[in-house]
């Protein structure tokens, strides 16, 4: 079963944004998307959608492992860059990757994750990092939006 766009990490949402929750950017040497979202929370969400489907995960049929996460920066811009560098890592490390995912923001500084760890069966495309590079949380009609630069 392949992890994209389709809300495997988007569970509860009910709501509607304006734009499109993310689209991929053309960039000349990267990957590159725009994510966007109501809030911080649903950023996030957004941005680690759009990252799962660009690196095109597969992951293996079965039961996933519960994991509680709380990661703090010291803005915005860096605890967006922290928690998807989490999800790499993890793929990395551990081979899993976090999947129905509950979010919350406190003061745009901590992010409390409730997720799945599922494991993967085989990824598409490698991400290294996710850059700071041309990153900016800026407000956009509904909300907010990020773009978002991946080292590939």
């Known amino acids: 079963m392949p992890a994209h766009a389709s809300g495997h990490g988007s569970i509860g ?6 734009a499109e929750p993310y689209r991929e950017l053309d960039h000349t040497a990267d990957l590159a998307l725009m994510a966007h979202g109501r809030d911080l929370a649903e950023l996030f969400r957004h941005a680690a959608d759009g990252m799962i489907a660009l690196a095109g995960y597969e992951l293996e049929a079965g039961p996933g492992a519960v994991c509680n996460l709380r990661l703090s920066a ?3 811009e860096t605890l967006l860059v922290t928690w998807l560098e989490e999800i790499l890592s993890q793929a990395d490390a551990e081979h899993t990757l976090l999947q129905g995912y509950t979010l919350r923001v406190r003061e745009a500084t901590v992010l409390e994750v409730e997720a799945v760890a599922l ?3 085989q990824t598409a495309k490698e991400i290294k990092a996710v850059t700071f590079h041309e990153l900016a949380i800026r407000p956009a009609e509904g909300g907010l939006e990020a773009t978002i630069v991946f080292d590939v």
């Open 74 to 76: 010291p803005d915005g």
């Open 13 to 18: 949402y009910t709501g509607s944004v304006t």
């Open 119 to 121: 494991p993967i069966r």
